[in-house]
């Protein structure tokens, strides 16, 4: 098992890893501009450090708090050169098997890192997850590796200062503003395994709220050694349309992140929204998902402005009456701020008084004091 | 003059252009995705081929009604037509003042492009921007680069019109006028916590590149943060030109661009600014109609510290953007008004739960 370490962050594989420390710039990069406070960011690639000044002043324009904090650090004389190889993150679902389609023939590697989505201390989810990434990589005949970290949950004791940032375990914002610098430290830590690493995009291109994997920051984490791509800006239905041409694939989907047994509850929003998705592209049993989807089950689910852009997308995806239906009703709880429909008289009731609050409001704006 | 030409568009200026039609691939392929037929592009850049299939999808995305069209082209390796050369798209707003400033010592050229911001036929407006960036030219002794085009606005226009559109008519001006340069500044429109579709985006802009001419997105900080570099040089403020009203005069005093910058101004400590009228009272502010756009820079300056009653006024403004109200104009009958669409506002939210679902 080799292991690379700085200050308190390990990452962890049986694989070889990089012996440089460019592998966790990118997180004491996002660590600064959050805490506003200068770091040395040591020895850099060129090209890396060409893109830093960008990626600080994105960061800063996006976190809470953030600042344009000034940067110090020595740029590399000789990067270091690129080994062979091409990889992609995979977590099993539906963004990453469409990139896994897509890139089929170069792509070599599959990553699965213990420690992203599921805690250090769970060690049944990420045994699931790797029993499925291992038949996916079997399937397509990639070869899996592993990687651990504790850079997301622990809080190893740091002196004070430092010590500041394990309050919360990544940045304001959460890890969802962090995690593509997460995975470009992982794929830096693991550079003596490939040139080139696929992230798979988490959104279309009609989406770019600030993300922590996002296409215009991902590519800047590149080195001269390891490029880093976002891959896949298409829709989430144009995605599911490739992946359930491969029924071999669908079976194998993990979507969800409730984690509550199975891979996928059939419950959660999200397992909702890729059943549906499945649904209306013909596939009406799809063994990766309990048989659950019902309008009632539909309707009640509450949305978000990031969710609610994939639940539109079905609104067009030919779904039959009574789910469209039930999509319909939940983007609208959405539109008019009110709690989603279950079925309840009290439901009803809780509606109705909370329509009666916006009515009020409304009428109150106009004779607002300014 | 060289002129350059392809399929009714056409581009001139005095200085030598690039004849080779890779200037128009940005053009043809947004119509391409916009009309859903097969783009035939031609010969392209190594480099930007490698890039025409994201810069679709993007388009595909951001467009409505966009195609994810068929690309057809030949990759042909791109001979550098210039080994030289920084230019910088102006048109002497804050952005581009912004821009030139933190660029000042790698800019060469400043390109004022005839047929963008000002139509072909209002030669009269053209005059007076042209005068004014010789002029900022003249100041920081840069080379003003004219050029005139009618790809704006003698062509059909886009879906989301040229603020869709504009960044790649910035890709293929800076395409053409590649014998003058190899580096070129697209100062921004936005900050990178705004990253809404929009023509010239920093995701989009620097994919335009080949390997004879490299394009910039420049500056994703806040207004804000533009305009406090800028009031450290008064010569830039003094030559500012925002307005898009074309009254005439550079700056009306009047529009909403023009009321935000003189806030902006205000809000940094600059009670008088020889590019503006002296016309900011808080009821102009508060009477302005505000967009899903331009509302993030009047958010901007309600933590910019600017007077009690100019901060009310733009509070004011703010508040009828988002409460859907026509804003205040201190008339009885707008005020009239403003209840009638409050009423229609109340009746809407709380017919919301009784519907068809």
Same mark, same amino acid.
């Given at each position: 098992?080799?292991?690379?370490?700085?200050?308190?962050?390990? @990452?962890?594989?049986?694989?070889?890893?990089?012996?440089?420390?460019?592998?966790?710039?990118?997180?004491?990069?996002?660590?600064?501009?959050?805490? +506003?406070?200068?770091?040395?960011?040591?020895?850099?690639?060129?090209?890396?450090?060409?893109?830093?000044?960008?990626?600080?002043?994105?960061?800063?324009?996006?976190?809470?708090?953030?600042?344009?904090?000034?940067?110090?650090?020595? @740029?590399?004389?000789?990067?270091?050169?690129?080994?062979?190889?091409?990889?992609?993150?995979?977590?099993?679902?539906?963004?990453?098997?469409?990139?896994?389609?897509?890139?089929?023939?170069?792509?070599?590697?599959?990553?699965?890192?213990?420690?992203?989505?599921?805690?250090?201390?769970?060690?049944?989810?990420?045994?699931?997850?790797?029993?499925?990434?291992?038949?996916?990589?079997?399937?397509?005949?990639?070869?899996?590796?592993?990687?651990?970290?504790?850079?997301?949950?622990?809080?190893?004791?740091?002196?004070?200062?430092?010590?500041?940032?394990?309050?919360?375990?990544?940045?304001?914002?959460?890890?969802?503003?962090?995690?593509?610098?997460?995975?470009?430290?992982?794929?830096?830590?693991?550079?003596?395994?490939?040139?080139?690493?696929?992230?798979?995009?988490?959104?279309?291109?009609?989406?770019?709220?600030?993300? +922590?994997?996002?296409?215009?920051?991902?590519?800047?984490?590149?080195?001269?050694?390891?490029?880093?791509?976002?891959?896949?800006?298409?829709?989430?239905?144009?995605?599911?349309?490739?992946?359930?041409?491969?029924?071999?694939?669908?079976?194998?989907?993990?979507?969800?992140?409730?984690?509550?047994?199975?891979?996928?509850?059939?419950?959660?929003?999200?397992?909702?929204?890729?059943?549906? +998705?499945?649904?209306?592209?013909?596939?009406?049993?799809?063994?990766?998902?309990?048989?659950?989807?019902?309008?009632?089950?539909?309707?009640?689910?509450?949305?978000?402005?990031?969710?609610?852009?994939?639940?539109?997308?079905?609104?067009?995806?030919?779904?039959?009456?009574?789910?469209?239906? %039930?999509?319909?009703?939940?983007?609208?709880?959405?539109?008019? +701020?009110?709690?989603?429909?279950?079925?309840?008289?009290?439901?009803?009731?809780?509606?109705?008084?909370?329509?009666?609050?916006?009515? %009020?409001?409304?009428?109150?704006?106009?004779?607002?004091?300014? | 003059?060289?002129?350059?030409?392809?399929?009714?568009?056409?581009?001139? *200026?005095?200085?030598?252009?690039?004849?080779?039609?890779?200037?128009?691939?940005?053009?043809?392929?947004?119509?391409?995705?916009?009309?859903?037929?097969?783009?035939?592009?031609?010969?392209? *850049?190594?480099?930007?081929?490698?890039?025409?299939?994201?810069?679709?999808?993007?388009?595909?995305?951001?467009?409505?009604?966009?195609?994810?069209?068929?690309?057809?082209?030949?990759?042909?390796?791109?001979?550098?037509?210039?080994?030289?050369?920084? *230019?910088?798209?102006?048109?002497?707003?804050?952005? *581009?003042?912004?821009?030139?400033?933190?660029?000042?010592?790698?800019?060469?050229?400043?390109?004022?492009?005839?047929?963008?911001?000002?139509?072909?036929?209002?030669?009269?407006?053209?005059?007076?921007?042209?005068?004014?960036? &010789?002029?900022?030219?003249?100041?920081?002794?840069? &080379?003003?680069?004219?050029?005139?085009?009618?790809?704006?606005?003698?062509?059909?226009?886009?879906?989301?019109?040229?603020?869709?559109?504009?960044?790649?008519?910035?890709?293929?001006?800076?395409?053409?006028?590649?014998?003058?340069?190899?580096?070129?500044?697209?100062?921004?429109?936005?900050?990178?916590?705004?990253?809404?579709?929009?023509?010239?985006?920093?995701?989009?802009?620097?994919?335009?590149?080949?390997?004879?001419?490299?394009?910039?997105?420049?500056?994703?900080?806040? &207004?804000?943060?533009?305009?406090?570099?800028?009031?450290?040089?008064?010569?830039?403020?003094?030559?500012?030109?925002?307005?898009?009203?074309?009254?005439?005069?550079?700056?009306?005093?009047?529009?909403?661009?023009?009321?935000?910058?003189?806030?902006?101004?205000?809000?940094?400590?600059?009670?008088?600014?020889?590019?503006?009228?002296?016309?900011?009272?808080?009821?102009?502010?508060?009477?302005?109609?505000?967009?899903?756009?331009?509302?993030?820079?009047?958010?901007?300056?309600?933590?910019?510290?600017?007077?009690?009653?100019?901060?009310?006024?733009?509070?004011?403004?703010?508040?009828?953007?988002?409460?859907?109200?026509?804003?205040?104009?201190?008339?009885?009958?707008?005020?009239?008004?403003?209840?009638?669409?409050?009423?229609?506002?109340?009746?809407?939210?709380?017919?919301?739960?009784?519907?068809?679902?």
């Amino acid at each position: 098992m080799n292991r690379l370490t700085n200050e308190g962050i390990w @990452i962890e594989s049986d694989l070889p890893l990089s012996d440089s420390s460019l592998w966790s710039v990118p997180l004491r990069l996002v660590w600064a501009v959050s805490e +506003g406070q200068t770091t040395d960011l040591g020895t850099v690639s060129p090209l890396l450090a060409s893109n830093l000044e960008v990626i600080r002043d994105i960061y800063a324009a996006w976190i809470d708090g953030g600042r344009q904090i000034p940067l110090a650090f020595e @740029i590399s004389p000789h990067p270091a050169a690129p080994c062979e190889g091409v990889s992609l993150f995979f977590s099993g679902g539906v963004d990453s098997f469409y990139s896994l389609i897509k890139h089929r023939d170069e792509v070599e590697n599959l990553i699965l890192v213990n420690g992203f989505n599921e805690p250090l201390t769970d060690a049944r989810t990420f045994a699931l997850g790797n029993t499925q990434a291992s038949d996916a990589a079997r399937l397509f005949g990639k070869r899996l590796i592993t990687a651990k970290t504790n850079l997301r949950w622990e809080r190893p004791s740091l002196p004070p200062i430092t010590n500041l940032r394990w309050e919360k375990p990544s940045v304001p914002g959460g890890w969802f503003m962090f995690h593509g610098a997460a995975l470009a430290a992982i794929a830096h830590a693991l550079a003596p395994i490939h040139s080139k690493v696929y992230i798979a995009s988490s959104y279309s291109y009609a989406n770019l709220d600030p993300w +922590g994997s996002h296409p215009l920051l991902d590519p800047l984490w590149s080195t001269e050694s390891v490029q880093i791509v976002h891959d896949g800006g298409e829709t989430r239905m144009a995605k599911l349309r490739v992946v359930v041409q491969y029924p071999e694939v669908s079976s194998l989907l993990r979507v969800c992140t409730e984690y509550q047994g199975d891979f996928n509850c059939g419950l959660c929003e999200k397992c909702i929204r890729t059943m549906l +998705g499945l649904r209306a592209l013909g596939v009406a049993r799809c063994a990766a998902f309990p048989d659950t989807l019902t309008p009632e089950l539909v309707r009640r689910q509450k949305l978000n402005s990031v969710t609610v852009l994939q639940w539109r997308e079905l609104l067009e995806a030919g779904l039959s009456p009574s789910l469209q239906t %039930a999509v319909r009703s939940a983007i609208h709880s959405y539109e008019a +701020g009110l709690p989603p429909r279950n079925g309840n008289l009290r439901r009803e009731v809780l509606r109705l008084l909370v329509a009666a609050r916006h009515s %009020a409001n409304a009428l109150m704006s106009a004779a607002y004091c300014p | 003059m060289s002129r350059v030409t392809n399929q009714g568009i056409w581009i001139e *200026s005095d200085l030598a252009l690039d004849n080779r039609l890779q200037w128009s691939i940005p053009l043809r392929l947004v119509h391409a995705v916009v009309n859903g037929e097969t783009a035939n592009l031609g010969s392209v *850049s190594p480099l930007l081929a490698s890039r025409l299939e994201t810069i679709r999808d993007i388009f595909a995305a951001w467009i409505r009604g966009g195609h994810l069209v068929p690309l057809n082209f030949e990759c042909s390796p791109d001979l550098a037509a210039s080994k030289k050369g920084v *230019s910088l798209f102006f048109s002497g707003g804050v952005d *581009s003042f912004y821009s030139l400033i933190k660029h000042r010592d790698e800019v060469e050229n400043l390109v004022l492009v005839q047929g963008f911001d000002i139509p072909l036929a209002d030669t009269r407006t053209f005059a007076l921007a042209e005068a004014q960036a &010789r002029d900022a030219a003249r100041h920081f002794g840069k &080379r003003l680069i004219v050029v005139k085009t009618n790809l704006h606005w003698e062509q059909p226009s886009v879906p989301g019109g040229w603020g869709m559109y504009h960044g790649a008519a910035l890709a293929a001006v800076a395409h053409a006028l590649a014998p003058n340069h190899v580096k070129v500044y697209i100062a921004s429109s936005y900050s990178y916590a705004d990253l809404h579709p929009w023509g010239s985006h920093p995701l989009l802009d620097p994919l335009w590149s080949t390997e004879s001419v490299k394009i910039v997105h420049d500056g994703g900080e806040t &207004r804000l943060d533009k305009l406090r570099l800028l009031v450290q040089h008064p010569e830039a403020l003094s030559r500012l030109r925002v307005c898009w009203e074309n009254l005439g005069s550079y700056n009306c005093g009047l529009c909403e661009k023009c009321i935000r910058t003189m806030l902006g101004l205000r809000a940094l400590g600059i009670d008088h600014c020889a590019a503006f009228p002296d016309a900011l009272r808080p009821e102009l502010v508060r009477q302005q109609e505000l967009s899903h756009d331009s509302v993030l820079f009047w958010r901007e300056l309600l933590e910019a510290g600017l007077s009690p009653a100019l901060s009310a006024a733009v509070r004011s403004a703010i508040h009828s953007y988002e409460a859907c109200l026509p804003p205040r104009t201190g008339k009885c009958k707008r005020e009239v008004k403003r209840w009638l669409y409050a009423m229609r506002n109340a009746g809407r939210a709380l017919m919301s739960p009784i519907d068809c679902f």
